[in-house]
């Protein structure tokens, strides 16, 4: 079990996390906030990269900074900004790290050719990376956080360049192996991990705003969010009043669908629908999306 | 007494596998620690930029043996001189060699998977570093060996025990710098201040400076170098726990 404890980070002056108290058991976490709310910044002190200012991290009740390389051997890493050797192939580049990894050549070998048929990059094993482009890396990348099949598994932006149907096998991937492994994925694409992880983790003001089931949040906003037709012409005035959730166009009409707070200014034409997660994340961080 | 008697301490499995753990881990020696590491990485794996350093260390022994050939012609020169030369010259390749090793590291977009793995870089430079040290020390003892064959009144083994020293107390401050401080600017103040006042001491003629080098009994000399030798094992085995702050180095 992993145990964050009253853990705040300042770079310098400027607060990224304040109190932050989590708890991870075998199964997918979500970690979904906008662009710069600190979750980078909470995956790497995960991994020991960065340091907290205040607090700790506990791996079965130990500090993870002082469990030292005994931490680095249950981990897996998928940084943000995924780096590689652009003269390596994806196996030289996976033998390297297994090594760095202490894994047995032998077994290695085995565990890297199962790992890239996993991640459907097979066919160009021995290619150069040079020639990749930007999904076939982030899937090398994946690979690689696999290696030493780990306890932990922390992944930054994971589907980040991948298209739909590698997306689906990446689920289906994380899917697969959280049932003995604490797994933790940081993303922008609420759907990729909305109907996976067991958990979600929302970041708000530098502080844990919800840590619980995607159901759980979505009845955050139960009765709030509602679906109906409007006129381009309105558009504009009806934005104005209420939150909107997602537009899109139906015959001559335009469908929206949105977040009515007041229940007084219920109509009787609206359809009220169930909320989903990417609702609430527009709902939480709506500050510039009502039309001035 | 019965033999059937004798009451066993009742501890399970797993405290025993624990106290074992605990007391064994700490136990290993540095050099047992770094012949793991050596076996399990591998040569290819540590030295998987070797191209370049082997071009880095052509270059500085051309420009070494370069500069060693007009010292030879300068008849001007005295004996003592020549220690200070080696004195000065000594960690400059170990020197060039680590700070290219550091500085490609950081570069490389690899850093964050390499820095989360079992053996990561700081406990990869320390074994690297002490292999650049053993290269360092061949090179240029066969430097001075050529210096020997062209002027006889060097005395081999004070040469030998200067440029050793020379070479492993340079390091260890090297290392202390790294570990120590922040400032990119201090790391090459360091640096920069080692040629410099070594060179000052070398033009100026300074006595003490002089009878430092010659005059001084062997055996000080060698009692020196180990204690130049064992700083430097110390310094290497902080890097190995090092942690940096904000993954900065
Ligand atoms: N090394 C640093 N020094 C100073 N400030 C930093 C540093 N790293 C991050 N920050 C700041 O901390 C905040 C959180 O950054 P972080 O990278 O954790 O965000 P994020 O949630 O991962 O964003 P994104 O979705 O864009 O990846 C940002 O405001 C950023 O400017
Ligand atoms: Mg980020």
């Given at each position: 079990m992993l145990l964050v404890n009253n853990l705040s980070k300042y770079y310098g002056k400027f607060?990224?996390?304040?109190?932050i108290n989590l708890e991870f058991d075998n199964g997918i976490y979500g970690l979904i906030a906008p662009n710069g709310a600190g979750k980078t910044t909470l995956i790497k002190m995960l991994t020991t990269l960065i340091f907290p200012t205040k607090g700790e991290i506990l791996y079965n009740g130990t500090n993870i900074v002082d469990m030292d390389d005994e931490y680095r051997d249950i981990l897996g890493y998928l940084p943000q900004d995924f780096g590689y050797?652009?003269?390596?192939t994806p196996t030289q580049f996976l033998m390297y790290l297994s090594a760095l990894k202490g894994i047995d050549k032998n077994k290695a070998e085995k565990k890297i050719k199962e790992l890239l048929e996993l991640v459907a990059i097979d066919d160009v094993a021995d290619k150069k990376m040079k020639k990749f482009s930007g999904g076939m890396i982030q899937r090398v990348g994946i690979a690689q956080a696999l290696l030493n099949d780990p306890k932990i598994l922390i992944l930054d932006e994971p589907t980040a360049g991948l298209d739909p149907k590698e997306r689906m096998r990446f689920k289906n991937i994380i899917s697969e192996l959280s049932r003995d492994r604490i797994i933790i994925i940081s993303t922008h694409i609420v759907s990729d991990i909305e109907f996976i992880a067991n958990e979600i983790v929302m970041i708000k003001d530098h502080r844990i705003l919800y840590k619980d089931s995607t159901s759980n949040i979505c009845?955050?906003?139960?009765?709030k969010v509602y679906e109906t037709e409007i006129q381009f012409n309105d558009s504009h005035d009806f934005k104005k009043k209420y939150i909107s959730l997602s537009e899109r166009q139906e015959g001559e009409n335009m469908k929206i669908r949105f977040i009515c707070?007041?229940?007084?200014?219920?109509?009787?034409t609206w359809a009220k629908v169930n909320p989903n997660l990417e609702d609430v994340f527009l709902y939480e961080y709506n500050d510039n999306l009502k039309e001035k | 007494m019965d033999k059937n008697n004798i009451e066993v301490p009742n501890i399970n499995s797993i405290e025993i596998k624990d106290i074992v753990e605990k007391g064994i881990k700490p136990k290993v020696s540095f050099f047992s620690y770094l012949r793991d590491m050596y076996k399990k990485v591998g040569f290819k794996n540590i030295f998987h930029d070797i191209s370049e350093i082997i071009f880095i260390v052509l270059i500085t022994l051309f420009t070494l043996c370069f500069a060693a050939i007009i010292i030879k012609d300068n008849d001007y020169i005295e004996v003592w001189q020549i220690y200070s030369f080696i004195f000065v010259v000594s960690p400059i390749l170990y020197l060039l060699i680590s700070f290219f090793s550091f500085f490609n590291t950081k570069q490389n977009g690899t850093y964050e998977v390499e820095m989360i793995c079992k053996y990561n870089i700081y406990q990869l430079s320390a074994l690297r570093m002490f292999i650049f040290s053993i290269v360092s020390i061949l090179c240029n003892s066969i430097l001075i060996f050529m210096f020997f064959i062209v002027n006889?009144?060097?005395n081999l083994l004070r040469a030998l025990a200067i440029s050793i020293t020379a070479l492993f107390l340079f390091s260890s401050v090297f290392l202390y710098v790294l570990l120590n401080t922040s400032h990119k600017i201090t790391k090459y103040f360091m640096i920069a201040g080692w040629i410099i006042i070594n060179l000052a001491l070398m033009i100026s003629k300074n006595n003490y400076y002089n009878v430092l080098l010659t005059q001084l009994p062997i055996y000080v000399h060698l009692g020196l170098t180990i204690s130049c030798i064992y700083l430097y094992i110390k310094s290497l085995k902080k890097l190995i726990n090092f942690r940096s702050v904000k993954g900065e180095m």
């Open positions: 607060c990224a996390l304040k109190d050797y652009k003269n390596y009845k955050s906003i139960e009765d707070e007041n229940k007084k200014e219920i109509k009787s | 006889e009144e060097i």
